[in-house]
Structure formats: structure tokens, C-alpha cells
């Protein structure tokens, strides 16, 4: 407690960055700040740890990383260590050592609190991990954690309820904040407007995913769903945006010449077969749509993907708006559309499509929801959450797959359950389509919006105790003399009645150095 207040340490991706958790940070932290209730201090994964655009912050700001260009690259030859040091298992003692908090909020994937329970400081703090869960069964490591988390919230609501399953009732479900007034629904006159300028008809049917192009994202699924639609409805003039960059992850081209192209004739050389095929694809390759940006004027435009380079890069180019020279390039991690620019994206939409094999929380399909469309969104995972009855979404039907090695259930969204759900929004009249759209938006902001869930999040920092810092960060003194309990039949209770009584600490058994004695008693 300082000067009244109390500090909160908030560990989570750095704010400013364009990611998931990023925004969340960024959401909440600035909510948390306007109360002038909190000392705020954020821990940013992946940034120096004195970085010079942290030093601007409007509270107090310190990275995860060394700044010693030496010591990252000693860190960067293990691999696994960097990774950890990365999320902030390297300078986190010391973060707590400093800032004396009296909450640390943990934002993050759970690997990236692995053995913080064994820290000295761990629940005297009063410790709250806010992480995503996305695939059941769920991993071990997330139960493992749960009887060392008090405070433990994950952000959808499958994982609460597998959570409970498997006796961890504490566990609750807080939704990821979102910062809901920069999206919203344009004026028909204005989205007539953004139509023309981005060369789309005005009576089109357009449909629209927007993601970055992993493999989690079920891409071939959308396409072939998509032809589907097209052939049961030659008449609907349909468009589809991929607002994604073709640099990475699924090669689209290549799917679309497999679904849409015809195979090379027996004797055709590879020049004439590409010029067929040009022919053959032009009608629906002027109808797959994707975003460029210019680096310069920053302006955007959604077109038709104007190919790759040699390298199998997507080809630059010149910018329409500016003239400056290949300046105009797909979006990418590294430049991409404004807030303000993504709902105009969203704003070209009829209908939104969100098929994937799983995930934590998908922020756009609740971006989208704001702009008033529909969502059809796989049922499962967090999917369910963005096309349950109450949000006025459409579910899409799946079938079951394993991924290798974690075993985890993926889903394999059904493209027959993308064209149908697609016909049932194209049919929809008008109004009922802006109806919908209405209270999808009503759902987001009552689940999502950085306004309820910040309220959320004072009430559960409010409740929290204050902390006194009578405990220190050295060594326990250690009992080498502690004699072994005759008595303990079960290797796995001697096991931890031995570091409890000579190391004085607890385990438990996800702590390596108890599986490998364990090991050495099973031998």
C-alpha cells in the first residue's frame, strides 16, 4: 500500500502492442488508471526492460527483457530459456522486490507462469492469473497450476465449466476487455460510400473473415464453403474478404487454383496451362478480396491479392493515393489498418465468418458484432460464445480432430454448415439482418466492453487485502539433519515430505526436480 493506494503489477504483453492480450492490457490498464484508485505498474512480456517507448508511459512501465544486447544473445542460444525470460521468468523477482504490489495480475498464456507457485513470494502477494484456455482436454499444466492460483480466471466460459469438471469450482470465467467505441455501425449512405471507393458493388453479399493466416484459422474449410454458397446461389453476387496477409501461413492462392482451377492437360506446357488458368480464375479472383495499406500515406484499399514475388513475398506496389512507390503492400504484422480504417473493413460487410480449429478469445468476431453483422462462428472452444442463441450469431457444425503429440480436440469446421448458415443471412430480410446486428452489438457490450468488465475487475482488486511485506526473497534455511519418516508408504507423499521438511518448500508434482526422484524410485 503507497501513499493509500494500492499497487498493482500488471503482467501481461505490452500494451501498445497489436496483439490479443496487448489489447486487453491496454483496455484494462487504462480503465484501472482512470479510477485514480490504483498504483499502476506494467510488466511487459517481449519489450526491454528499460526500452525507450516505455519511458512515456503514463504509469510506470518496465519490459521482461535484459537490455544488454550480449546478454540477449547468450539468453537466444537456449531456446527454451529465452522463451521463458522472454514472457518474464527473468526479471520477475525482482519486479516484486521493487514495486512491493499488492496485486499481481498475471494476462498471459499459463505456460508462461510455470513454477511461479514456488516463488517466495506466491499467494503473500495476492496473485490472480487471467488466461486463455483453448482446447479440451484442457492442458495439464492449467490444472496443475489451479490449486496454487487463487484467483484464477480464464476467458471463456468452456474452460470454467472444464475447470469445475475437474473439481476446481474457484475458477471463473472474465472476458478479455474490449474498448467497444471504436467500433460501431455506419450509416447505409456511408457504407454505399465505402463500397464504391473500394470498387464493390453496392447490391453485393459480402462476407468477410479477418485473422492472422495460422493454421488454427480453417481457411480451405471457409473456401470450400464459400463455392458452395456460389453454386447453390449463382445469382447472389457474392464477395468474400480475407482480411489477412498471404505472406504467411496458408498458401490462399494455392487453394483457390485447387478449388476454382482446372487440372493441366496431357501435353499443355506450363506456360500455356497458366494462361488458362488465369482465364478460368479471373471471375472468382476478382471476387476473393484482401487489404493493402500504404506505409506512406497510410491509406488502405480492399482489392483483389496482386500475387507474389519470386521470394514469395506479395508483390509491392505503387500507392493509387500517394504515388509513392512501392509503398502499397498486403497487411502484415509490421503495417496494418487503423481501429478507425477496421471497422470501415467491417462496415463492408453483409455477414461475418469466423471458422477455426480452436481458440481462447477471437477479438474479431466481437469487433464485428459491434459493427452490427452477424457472426457465424465454429461451435467450439470460445467459438460458442459468439454464436450462442443470446448473441445473436450463427453456429457452424464441426467434426472432431486430434492434434499429434498434445492430443488436444480440434474442430474441422463443416463447409455444407458455412454455405447453409450463409443462405439463412442472405435470405434474411433487411431489417431483420439490421435486428439482429442491433442486439449482437447489445451482447458485446454487455459481456465485453472494457466499461463492465473494468467494473469487474475493481471489484475483484477491492476485495482483495492489503499486503504487509514480511517476507524476504533469500533462501530458506535448510534441515539437512531432518531424519526420513519410516512411515511413509507412498513415494510421492515421501517425496514431498522431504522437500517440505530439508528444502522447506512446497511441491507438487509438476515440479521437475520431484518427477526425476520420482523417477530414480521407480528404477
Known amino acids: 500500500m503507497e501513499n493509500g493506494k494500492k499497487t498493482i503489477l500488471f503482467h501481461s504483453n505490452f500494451s501498445k502492442k497489436y496483439t490479443g492480450f496487448g489489447r486487453n492490457a491496454k483496455a484494462v490498464l487504462k480503465y484501472l488508471y482512470s479510477t485514480g484508485k490504483y498504483n499502476i505498474v506494467e510488466y511487459a512480456s517481449g519489450m526491454k526492460a528499460h526500452d525507450s517507448c516505455l519511458k512515456n508511459m503514463p504509469w510506470a512501465t518496465e519490459g521482461t527483457l535484459p537490455d544488454d544486447k550480449r546478454e540477449l544473445e547468450l539468453l537466444n542460444r537456449d531456446p527454451n530459456k529465452a522463451r521463458m525470460i522472454n514472457y518474464g521468468s527473468g526479471r520477475i523477482n525482482e519486479m516484486v522486490q521493487k514495486y512491493k504490489p499488492d496485486v499481481y495480475i498475471g494476462a498471459e498464456d499459463i505456460w508462461a507462469f510455470t513454477g511461479y507457485w514456488e516463488l517466495p513470494w506466491w499467494n503473500k502477494v495476492n496473485c490472480i492469473i487471467h488466461t486463455t484456455l483453448d482446447s479440451l482436454p484442457l492442458l495439464p499444466l492449467s490444472l496443475q497450476a ?14 470454467e465449466k472444464e475447470m469445475h469438471r475437474q473439481g476446481f469450482n474457484h475458477v471463473k470465467t472474465l472476458h478479455g476487455a474490449l474498448e467497444c467505441e471504436k467500433f460501431y455501425p455506419k450509416s447505409h449512405l456511408e457504407k454505399k460510400e465505402l463500397r464504391k471507393q473500394n470498387g464493390i458493388p453496392e447490391n453485393a453479399f459480402v462476407m468477410g473473415f479477418v485473422f492472422r493466416n495460422q493454421l488454427r484459422k480453417s481457411v480451405p474449410n471457409l473456401l470450400d464453403g464459400f463455392k458452395i454458397f456460389l453454386d447453390n ?7 468474400l474478404i480475407l482480411h489477412t496477409f498471404y505472406g504467411e501461413g496458408w498458401d490462399i492462392e494455392r487453394l483457390v487454383i485447387e478449388k476454382w482451377g482446372s487440372p493441366k492437360k496431357e501435353g499443355e506446357s506450363n506456360e500455356d496451362y497458366g494462361k488458362r488458368l488465369s482465364v478460368e480464375l479471373k471471375p472468382i479472383l476478382s471476387r476473393i478480396l484482401t487489404t493493402y495499406y500504404c506505409k506512406q500515406c497510410k491509406k488502405y484499399r480492399v482489392m483483389p491479392f496482386q500475387g507474389k514475388e519470386s521470394d514469395g ?4 506496389l505503387d500507392c493509387p493515393y500517394c504515388g509513392s512507390k512501392k509503398s502499397l503492400v498486403n497487411i502484415n504484422p509490421d503495417n496494418g489498418v487503423s481501429e478507425e480504417q477496421l471497422n470501415e473493413i467491417y462496415n463492408l460487410m453483409d455477414v461475418y465468418l469466423h471458422p477455426f480449429s480452436s ?5 474479431p468476431v466481437f469487433e464485428s458484432k459491434l459493427s452490427c453483422n452477424i457472426t457465424l462462428v465454429t461451435d467450439y472452444s470460445c467459438g ?13 457444425d464441426w467434426s472432431e480432430y486430434r492434434e499429434p503429440g498434445t492430443q488436444f480436440i480440434k474442430a474441422s469446421t463443416n463447409p455444407y454448415s458455412i454455405a447453409k448458415q450463409l443462405k439463412k443471412v442472405f435470405d434474411m430480410p433487411i431489417k431483420k439482418r439490421e435486428e439482429w446486428g442491433a442486439k449482437a452489438r447489445e451482447y458485446t457490450i454487455k459481456n465485453y466492453d472494457i466499461s463492465n468488465v473494468g467494473k469487474q475487475w475493481e471489484q475483484i482488486i ?19 539433519n531432518y531424519p526420513f519418516q519410516k512411515d511413509i508408504e507412498n513415494d510421492a507423499d515421501f517425496v514431498k515430505d522431504l522437500y517440505k521438511n530439508i528444502l522447506k518448500v512446497e511441491v507438487d508434482e509438476s515440479n521437475e526436480g520431484f518427477k526425476n526422484w520420482m523417477k530414480v524410485l521407480s528404477q
Not at 446461389?233 to 464477395?239: E, H, I, K, L, Q
Not at 513475398?313 to 509491392?316: D, F, I, S, T, V
Open 359 to 363: 481458440g481462447g478469445m477471437e477479438i
Open 146 to 159: 489451479a490449486p496454487h492460483v487463487k484467483n484464477y480466471y480464464v476467458w471463456a466460459s468452456f474452460a
Open 313 to 316: 513475398k506479395p508483390r509491392e
Open 233 to 239: 446461389n449463382p445469382n447472389s453476387n457474392a464477395y
Open 462 to 480: 477491492d476485495s482483495l487485502p492489503e499486503i504487509n511485506y514480511d517476507f524476504n526473497f533469500g533462501q530458506p534455511e535448510k534441515n539437512p
Open 384 to 396: 460458442y460464445e459468439g454464436c450462442c442463441p443470446e448473441s445473436y450469431g450463427l453456429p457452424l
